[in-house]
């Protein structure tokens, strides 16, 4: 039996062998190499700051959205930074306003190292926040912090791309008395580092200009009555009332002065320079009434290009441009640009090409900074109020 079973095995080898002499089998065709997998884009960090809670909410928001369209953009038409394709990630933070706030919003981008931050919005949160970002070494620019010495403490990373409040607070001061015809002027500021910065420049220009101030009072940047300084200012009988501060206070303030019967011109710097001051004032604005300044301007050729941006604004976000969405704009694209110049993110290596920017083509116009990384040549924009509407008077530089 087991002899069997053995031939058995061995013809049925055997005849396995012969099948197989008889047929010549093909070689499997080799596997296709796998595709080498695209290498991923480098993720640049670029922080913004506002303050997109609290009473200027509004402002902080309209920021932040001109850094998301740069953003969005730049990463939609492809950004090459020494032959490598990276993409732009924008951290943005919400400092409230608030000095305490705004430097611990620095330390938390600092430590996430960001490639550069844009902001933050308030001088008085620009500047707390810069000290932390030069120990860092991340170049920061503010699309509108006005405090003259923002850009006057030694740092060689902070950038400004608006006027300063030197030249913003002297022009307001010169046109209230030499075009407003103002005699009697009364000025408040809200004790912020912004708001006591432009009221201090008015006056000096104001008292330079042969004006006579007749009353000088404060609040917050957070009060709603005002009925107290305002009652002290009425007996004084000024032509003119400017304040330093922001929107969210110069509308109820324009309410209360209508209710006391104060029918004196209204002055503001950028702060108050808004869209939503018209709504915040109401009926308490008749035409002509306020007059303010925008730290920068835009004139000729250029007011074509800043148009287009405020049409794609609108479409994008559905609301109108408040005050500085273009200069943040213009503020990320600038950053990025030197980046791309240097062939590198690396703070330390882009940071001498950003200081070196000179003529850079932006919507909000060219753009050269100085050695102190203030804006050259920076213009204001003188507007008044009419129908409800800001209306251009002039710009100047």
Known sequence: MQFKVKSTLTVLAAAALLVACGKKE???APAA??????????????GHVGP????????????????????????????????????????AEDDAADPKQGTAVAQKLADAK?????GHLNSGTSIPAS???SDAGIPQISPSATNPKYTRQGFKTTFRLVADDTQLGGALGKYAVGTLKGKSIAVIDDRTAYGQGVAEEFTKAVEGAGGKVVAKE????????FNSILTTIKGKKPDVVFFGGMDAVAGPMLK???SLGIKAKFMGGDGICSTELVKLGGDAIADDMVFCAEAGGIEGEGKAGMEEFKTKFKAKFNADVQVYAPYVYDSVKIMVASMVKANSSDPAKYLPVLAATADYKGVTGPVTFDEKGDLKGGALTLKTIR????ETLAVIR
Do not use: C
């Not at 404060?218 to 009555?225: L, M, N, R, S, Y």
């Not at 129908?387 to 800001?390: F, N």
């Open 387 to 390: 129908a409800g509407k800001l």
């Open 131 to 133: 000290k932390i970002y």
């Open 256 to 258: 209360q002065m209508k």
């Open 26 to 28: 093909e070689a499997p």
């Open 52 to 91: 997109t809670s609290g009473a200027i909410a509004h402002l902080g928001k309209d920021n932040e959205n001109g850094a998301r369209m740069a953003i969005e953009e730049l990463n939609a038409a492809g950004v090459m930074i020494d032959g490598k394709k990276v993409t732009l990630e924008l951290m």
């Open 33 to 46: 190499a796998p595709a080498p997998a695209a290498p991923a884009a480098a993720v640049v960090k670029i």
């Open 218 to 225: 404060f609040t917050t940047d957070k009060a709603t009555d």
């Open 114 to 118: 960001v490639a550069g931050v844009v």
